[in-house]
């Protein structure tokens, strides 16, 4: 008999649903469950739910020169005059992309690590997180990943009021 067996043994019925509640909630799986004499356990609060929020478009690359991060790289750009000068500095190649800033924020997560990936997801109150996830390895430059967002359906990103629109320009 394994150690494992033996404490599961001297733990007793009880004893052994709650270690396991205690391992599975760990381990991030909830679990309800019914004790002999009508008492309950719950080994995990819920835990909040999140809706990702998706891309209308991405670009992820790569920037030789770190220099051109900049001190402060933005994370959100709501306006065309930011989009236009950081896709200018950071030379990035082609045309600056059109984005209707109407209805559209562009959100950024930057890194010096091999490569990027950008998760944007919102919880039950509207409220957006940003989630760069990036290799471990750095390199000389930066990467960069950008995505297009629309304003509906988001309140606040991480917790701080989204800047209303910019005032539509008269024809």
């Known amino acids: ?26 381990l991030g799986v909830g679990m309800t469950g019914q004790f002999p004499g009508g008492g309950r356990v ?8 999140f809706t990702p929020v998706p891309q209308l478009v991405s670009w992820r ?3 030789e020169d770190e220099e051109l991060l900049g001190e402060n790289p933005p ?16 030379q990035l190649p082609g045309d600056v992309p059109e984005v209707d800033f109407q209805r559209a924020l562009v959100l950024i997560q930057t890194t010096r ?22 290799t471990r390895d750095l390199r000389p430059g930066f990467r960069y990943a950008i995505g ?15 800047p ?5 320009e008269k024809s």
Do not use: Y
């Open 75 to 90: 994370v959100v750009v709501t306006s065309a005059e930011e989009w236009s000068a950081t896709w200018k500095a950071w």
């Open 1 to 26: 008999m394994n150690r494992t067996m033996r404490q599961g043994l001297r733990l007793g019925r009880i004893g052994s649903v709650a270690l396991w509640s205690a391992v599975l909630a760990g």
């Open 113 to 134: 690590g091999g490569r990027i990936n950008m998760l944007v997801r919102k919880d039950a109150k509207n409220d957006v997180s940003i989630a760069g996830f990036a």
């Open 42 to 49: 719950r080994a995990q609060d819920e835990a909040p739910a």
């Open 61 to 63: 690359g790569s920037v």
């Open 164 to 168: 209303a629109p910019p005032k539509p």
């Open 148 to 162: 297009v967002v629309l304003r509906e359906g988001l309140a606040t990103i991480g917790g701080k009021e989204i």
